[in-house]
């Protein structure tokens, strides 16, 4: 006969466990707001540095709103465009999460920082003309509109899963308010067109270059008789493309605020970076390979270290140039409101680039892994050899572009660069379907559907992505003009 107590403790469990689930279960649901409290609590610190900074100068109030702004933009840069940089080498397993993260936090903020540069164009890119904005005022609203505007279109990208460019976002924000401030004269639609042309370009562009590389490596390396062999040959080759292209890529856009280097400068700079590299690279590789079976698994083994350090390197690139992109408005805003006046170049004030840093490296620990695993995972399958051919892409059509005088995304280039390598793999698979193997029969003929649902790139994703990239311009755009005539009715 069983004991009341029995029943009681049996009680006693059921209702603990019901408790052990509420309490997962609240856990779950309160863990977004996590972020969103401490990103809360960043963009409250920011301001509260304006204060600290402005004091009660004229234009304080206008100032530590603004820095809000740029504080909300950083977050929105680290959660959405940091995903491109380590994308490829998570979804190749070179990195976990955790590491990619914590490099990337290094890297963007030491870019930042280091190599942030001291002076940014106000009027970004050349798009709208200084002369053309009324006053001071004036000015100043449209780039608060442009960088909050920005920002918003940021934020709504991360949460679709779309990687869009900040550039491109903050070029939008910047012609939005500037035709509602100065009319549509005041917008060089030249450049605007560039600018247009460069949306088909870049990820064009990246996509040739990481799909020619990974024929390369296809062709020989991997479809060769002794793999190890052709390894040891040629995978020191392609480290030292890859640190020349690095160091040229630096050279231009990394230091560039310390000292202007020339391309043909820059391209010596890295020659020298790429010899110096293929010579610590031959012994090391010898040594990595040895006891290796001849087999392509134990090719990605080589490729590992190296798919790292581009992705480090790409994340230092990154924070060097794209924190402009956060504090430029910024750092204009605060020399409009203390100078009273406006320029076309102003010098960024320390605290407002340690604004950008950390914001970049907060939006990324807090927000950044969505776009992460969506970009190494979800786009196309990824492995180190696919991985490193995207980021050697990146750096060398950025390289490309700069010598002819185009204006890129690093965003549309790394993605493009993705989509290059999957739709090869797809044009590679095709045509081995097609062909007899070493005179055996042809491979089985698959029904149309059947095709389909084996691509190798997920069309769902190409289009979103697409799609996004088109309309980031007019939809930035469009915030922007809307809050600015909101910001002058309130004034």
């Excluded at 059921?14 to 972020?35: C, F, I, N, Q």
């Excluded at 999460?97 to 970004?124: K, N, Q, R, W």
């Excluded at 230091?255 to 010596?268: D, E, F, G, Q, R």
Aim: charged share 15%; proline share 4%.
């Amino acid at each position: 006969m069983t004991e009341p107590n029995d029943y009681q403790w049996k009680t006693l469990d059921k209702d603990l466990k019901r408790v052990a689930k509420l309490e997962t279960g609240t856990m779950s649901v309160s863990r977004p707001l996590v972020g969103v409290g401490i990103s809360l609590t960043f963009i409250a610190l920011a301001a509260l540095a304006a204060v600290m900074m402005t004091g009660n100068e004229p234009g304080s109030l206008i100032i530590v709103i603004s820095a809000a702004f740029g504080a909300y933009m950083a977050l929105n840069i680290g959660a959405n465009d940091v995903a491109n940089n380590m994308g490829p080498a998570v979804g190749a397993n070179a990195l976990s999460m955790a590491g990619a993260i914590a490099i990337a936090a290094v890297c963007e903020s030491a870019g930042a920082l280091l190599a942030g540069g001291d002076v940014v164009s106000t009027i970004s890119k050349g798009i709208i003309a200084p002369e053309s904005v009324a006053d001071v005022n004036t000015f100043t609203f449209a780039m608060m509109s442009a960088l909050l505007a920005a920002a918003i279109w940021v934020n709504l990208a991360t949460w679709i899963g779309a990687p869009v460019s900040t550039t491109h976002s903050v070029v939008g924000g910047v012609m939005g308010a500037g035709i509602v401030a100065a009319g549509m004269g005041a917008v060089d639609w030249g450049t605007m067109g560039t600018i247009a042309a460069s949306w088909v370009i870049s990820p064009a562009l990246g996509g040739l270059i990481a799909a020619g590389f990974l024929a390369f490596i296809k062709w020989k390396i991997i479809y060769t008789e002794d793999k190890i062999a052709s390894a040891r040959r040629w995978v020191p080759v392609l480290i030292a493309i890859m640190s020349a292209a690095f160091g040229t890529y630096l050279a231009l856009k990394g230091v560039k605020h310390l000292i202007k280097i020339s391309m043909p400068t820059a391209l010596l700079i890295g020659a020298g970076v790429g010899l110096l590299a293929y010579l610590a690279s031959v012994p090391y590789i010898a040594k990595k390979s040895e006891g290796l079976e001849n087999r392509n698994k134990s090719l990605k083994v080589l490729f590992g270290l190296p798919l790292v350090i581009s992705a480090a390197l790409l994340s230092f690139a990154h924070g060097a140039n794209d924190v402009a992109n956060a504090v430029g408005p910024l750092a204009a805003i605060v020399y409009a409101q203390e100078a009273g006046e406006f320029a076309g170049k102003v010098s960024i004030p320390h605290w407002v680039m340690i604004i950008g840093a950390f914001g970049i490296s907060f939006g990324l620990v807090l927000y950044g892994p969505k776009l992460i695993r969506m970009v190494g995972n979800q786009i196309t399958k990824l492995n180190p050899m696919r991985a490193y051919c995207v980021a050697l892409s990146a750096a060398m059509t950025v390289i490309v572009a700069s010598w002819l005088g185009l204006p890129v995304s690093s965003t549309h280039i790394a993605v493009g660069g993705i989509f290059g390598v999957g739709f090869f793999r797809e044009w590679h698979a095709e045509r081995r379907a097609r062909t007899v193997n070493q005179g055996r029969a042809p491979a089985k003929r698959l029904a149309p559907e059947e095709r389909v649902r084996r691509k190798l790139v997920r069309r769902s994703h190409f289009m979103t992505i697409v799609a996004a990239w088109v309309i980031t311009v007019p939809a930035a755009a469009a915030l922007s003009a809307g809050v600015f005539l909101i910001l002058e009715s309130a004034n």
